[in-house]
């Protein structure tokens, strides 16, 4: 009967885990068997809660916490829980801040839920009247009341009041009004039928009414705002280490739910959740002219930070794009995630009747409750590293030298962007990496470097997703083996564009971002790196192509280094010698090996290996280049704050600074 119990346990929590009716570590689930609750750790999601998570604490500790007056020291709830714990829980986590009214509730299997269709009715001024017209006797709703003790004996004193009024045990449902719901029962079937039936009558509700029109899209214009106060909020929101991590949306439903009359702008947040993830108020930016909008945004943010003494997590553009910051990109994604449901639920709400928000008092306690900022500490986790907080940019990232260097920079503790004209190969990387290090931490955008709109919008992209960035990585470079007397004008001009010209195009598309971050944070300085080759350093025999854009590439890295200094961006290259693994030189039929042997380019080779050979004999350290080599070189650049301009060769001794 138990192993069924813990299933059914996991089953609900897990299917209700999804964003419909749960956020990141909100919500909870608990099991009662022989006397003891076993229930979900603060700051673990529903959706990957397993039977090895939960924390035994015994009833009855957590039942007489319920009736006694008695003081404790600290918060009650966490007395209760220590008081209840079993010896033989050895996890080191805490239960869900809700213990008690789990306590209270004799079903075996309870569940507690912020699900946004339901959610639309508990935050109504009109929730006792909505809720009596559509589930009748099948829900009781509770008033707003603290969380933790308050909430657990209000729960109780309503389930009473219930059976004194009709005789009737409790109902399976009860409706917390600005919170969620709770749904008992015995088995995971029961579970779900009771979510259901609240889900199906309030939709139905909602649906007949009409949604309210947003006004039309204006795309070029909102993209111009997010470009222009993006990269500034992260320099603003970000912590004393590093910058914020800020995305965007611009959906339909904000610009419909934004306006300047909107609870979620001035009147409050909805649930607890809410204030733990997205703060208690967003800030609102009120931009008049395009051309100002960094510097309304700065002035909109130190309003804020005066008023309230703390930053916002929401940044609001009336009628237009909602900004969310973070440490890192799952908290912002999770940030924007959980105030978008909040328009979504104000939208549902006054098609039903009025939105209720927090009042302030009641939000003041929540800000303040240490076990949200608990559960908060423990949903944010995050990763640790020499690079940890930096975002990165590498171009031709789907392989070679660029997939090397994000893997290391990943594991660094960076966040990663794979760009690369082949996007599917990116992605592909992308989401194998992010399962590796972390959601958020590696993802993927298209770019062409030869194409200047395409490098515009590829760093568009990372600026509307993530905000900005630390450091541009110029990798993507091609070659073109062959003689001054036979190489064709077509594969000259194909080497150029992409080292050379892309290389330009790219620092081109980048500069002003990072120069905005900069105007934001003057303290911090920014990197842009182009992986450059010892064929910069010195010619290269019938390979004039490669080497005259790689000798370019200095060039323009020094010219780089001394105007942009001004605006906190450092320039440098780095110089790798052969990556004689990878596929510029071992792919069998556009390698390098092969190119320069059908070239002749390596006097009396008759094979592949002969040309392999002969290149590893020019190496002192008697081995090709690895991307790891390159990694630590790219490492130690950003971390070097004293240095512009350089050239790092990495060439295992074949070519030395003179």
């Not at 969380?147 to 009024?165: F, K, N, S």
């Not at 005789?167 to 009004?177: H, Y």
């Not at 030869?450 to 992209?461: F, K, L, T, W």
């Not at 993530?466 to 990585?473: K, S, Y």
Request: one cysteine or more; a negative charge; aromatic letters at 6%.
């Amino acid at each position: 009967m138990s192993e069924q119990l813990f299933a059914d346990l996991i089953k609900v929590a897990n299917r209700y885990g999804e964003s419909e009716y749960s956020r990141a570590g909100g919500g909870n689930a608990s099991v009662k068997i022989d006397g003891v609750l076993h229930i979900k750790p603060s700051g673990v999601p529903l959706l990957s809660l397993t039977t090895a998570d939960l924390v035994p604490l015994a009833l009855t500790p957590l039942l007489d916490a319920l009736v006694s007056d008695d003081a404790v020291e600290g918060d009650p709830v966490v007395a209760a829980a220590t008081a209840a714990l079993l010896p033989s829980y050895t996890g080191g986590r805490r239960p869900s801040v809700e213990i008690l009214f789990h306590a209270l509730i004799d079903d075996p299997l309870v569940l507690h839920l912020h699900p946004l269709t339901a959610n639309a009715l508990t935050c109504n001024a009109d929730a006792v009247a909505l809720a009596e017209m559509l589930l009748g006797d099948d829900a009781i709703v509770v008033d707003y009341i603290d969380p933790g003790v308050p909430l657990a004996r209000e729960i109780a004193a309503v389930r009473d009041a219930y059976t004194a009024r009709t005789g009737k045990p409790a109902p399976k449902i009860t409706l917390l009004r600005n919170h969620g719901i709770i749904v008992s029962g015995d088995t995971a079937d029961e579970i779900s039928a009771h979510v259901a039936t609240v889900t199906d009558a309030v939709r139905a509700a909602i649906d007949a009414v009409p949604a309210p029109t947003a006004p039309a899209a204006d795309e070029p214009g909102t993209r111009r705002l997010i470009d222009a106060i993006a990269p500034t909020l992260r320099g603003l929101l970000g912590g004393e280490h590093h910058l914020a991590v800020v995305t965007s949306a611009a959906t339909e439903l904000i610009r419909a739910e934004t306006g300047p009359d909107s609870a979620m702008l001035a009147g409050g947040p909805l649930i607890p959740d809410q204030i733990v993830y997205a703060g208690s108020l967003p800030c609102v930016v009120t931009v008049d002219d395009l051309a100002e909008a960094g510097d309304t945004a700065a002035a909109a943010v130190a309003d804020y930070k005066a008023a309230y003494g703390k930053a916002p997590v929401i940044v609001v553009v009336p009628h237009t794009v909602v900004f969310a910051a973070g440490k890192d990109k799952a908290a912002a994604d999770n940030a924007l995630a959980v105030f978008t449901d909040s328009l979504r639920v104000t939208r549902d709400a006054n098609r039903l009747g009025t939105v209720q928000v927090m009042t302030p008092a009641q939000r003041g306690f929540i800000e303040t409750w240490e076990a949200e900022a608990y559960r908060q500490k423990v949903a944010a986790g995050g990763a640790a590293g020499r690079l940890t907080g930096k975002i990165a940019y590498v171009t031709g990232a789907a392989q070679g030298f660029g997939l090397g260097i994000t893997e290391s920079l990943l594991a660094e503790g960076a966040t990663v962007v794979l760009a690369d004209l082949n996007l599917d190969g990116a992605s592909a990387q992308a989401e194998r990496l992010s399962a590796q290090h972390g959601a958020g931490r590696a993802i993927a955008v298209g770019v062409d470097v030869s194409n200047p709109d395409s490098q515009v919008d590829a760093i568009h992209e990372v600026v509307r997703r993530l905000g900005g960035l630390d450091v541009f990585i110029s990798n993507a470079g091609v070659l073109r083996a062959d003689g001054v007397m036979t190489q064709s004008v077509a594969d000259f001009d194909f080497v150029t564009n992409i080292n050379y010209r892309g290389y330009f195009l790219g620092v081109r598309a980048v500069a002003p971002v990072l120069a905005a971050q900069h105007a934001a944070r003057p303290d911090r300085l920014f990197d842009i790196i182009e992986i450059n080759s010892k064929s910069g350093l010195e010619g290269s025999k019938r390979n004039f192509a490669y080497s005259g854009s790689k000798f370019g590439g200095i060039g323009l890295t020094q010219s780089f280094a001394l105007e942009l200094i001004e605006y906190g961006i450092k320039v440098n290259a780095v110089c790798p010698g052969n990556f004689l693994d990878g596929p510029l030189w071992s792919d069998p039929e556009r390698g390098l090996f092969v190119q320069y042997l059908r070239a002749g380019k390596v006097e009396g080779a008759t094979t592949v290996d002969d040309v392999r050979h002969f290149y590893e004999a020019k190496v002192p350290i008697g081995r090709g280049c690895l991307p790891s080599d390159v990694a630590r070189a790219v490492t130690y650049v950003i971390e070097q704050q004293y240095e512009t301009g350089q050239a790092l060769p990495v060439t295992g001794g074949q070519n030395m600074l003179s």
